[in-house]
């Protein structure tokens, strides 16, 4: 029996170069990436395709063209409550299915600080992300 799936959080420092950073497993490939369809803070992507939902792996927009992003991963099980929409500028969601395997989230420099996210692939997700200061390339 697969071992029950908990509620993670964690903070990384991730590199971001060219204003982005990725979520990403096996099927990771963002050659041929466009902007049609895509809302300016978070792309779910498909190998060699423009925005696809859902997507294999997503690419992540930050408002510092390069330098580092302070960045906090929750995993969770369950849908997350209601954000709080006075703390963020931006919120988008999107739906994920990355296919078994490992799964991290990845920077510029493929460093990728957060545990592994293996335990949650196979099966649909979804990404909330939430910024603030990209305006401020914060």
């Not at 600080?113 to 401020?136: N, Q």
Request: glycine letters at 8%; hydrophobic letters at 35%; one cysteine or more.
């Amino acid at each position: 029996m697969p071992t029950p799936l908990k509620d993670i959080t964690a903070t990384a420092h991730l590199w971001a170069s060219d204003s982005q950073y990725y979520l990403c497993g096996a099927e990771f490939d963002p050659t041929g990436f466009t902007y049609t369809g895509f809302n300016g803070l978070l792309a779910p992507l498909r190998p060699s395709t423009s925005i696809d939902t859902p997507g294999t792996f997503a690419v992540i927009l930050t408002g510092l063209e390069t330098g580092y992003v302070t960045v906090t991963l929750e995993l969770r099980p369950t849908p997350p409550p209601a954000p709080a929409l006075d703390d963020w500028d931006e919120i988008v969601e999107a739906s994920l299915e990355i296919p078994d395997g490992d799964a991290y989230v990845m920077d510029a420099h493929d460093e990728t600080p957060f545990p592994s996210l293996s335990a949650y692939t196979g099966r649909p997700a979804r990404i909330r992300v939430h910024a603030r200061g990209r305006d401020a390339a914060r």
